[in-house]
């Protein structure tokens, strides 16, 4: 059983960072793509970013310069740095984890994590 458990969500001022983390845990391999996605409420669930395990990386234009996706492959681990926060970045982001890369980037999924609330105010 794989498990995706995500940490560092929270409330921030707009202008402000902050850094999520997800863990896979289980029997897993290092060589799948992981990235992150979001849903504000109303809204349709959006790519923010994903990573091949080479550390090749995809970004949606809303957050290309200001956030940053990374990973660590020995901790089965990847991170969002989110700079510049924005009151628009307001969202529940999920980690997900892909057995292939184009089914990650098409909300094809084969794990997501159980969401992190990420407010900026203004």
């Known amino acids: 059983q794989v498990q995706l458990v995500e940490s560092g969500g929270g409330v921030v001022q707009a202008g402000g960072s902050l850094r999520l983390s997800c863990v896979a845990s289980?029997?897993?391999?290092?060589?799948?793509?992981m990235g992150w996605y979001r849903q504000a409420p109303g809204k349709q669930r959006e790519l923010v970013a994903a990573?091949?395990?080479?550390?090749?990386?995809n970004y949606a234009d809303s957050v290309k310069g200001r956030f940053t996706i990374s990973r660590e492959n020995a901790k089965n681990t990847v991170y969002l740095q989110m700079d510049s926060l924005k009151p628009e970045d307001t969202a529940v982001y999920s980690c997900a984890l892909a057995f292939g890369w184009w089914r990650l980037l098409n909300q094809g999924a084969d794990y997501w994590g159980q969401g992190s609330q990420v407010t900026v105010s203004a």
């Open positions: 990573i091949t395990s080479g550390s090749s990386t």
């Open positions: 289980g029997n897993i391999l290092s060589n799948y793509p």
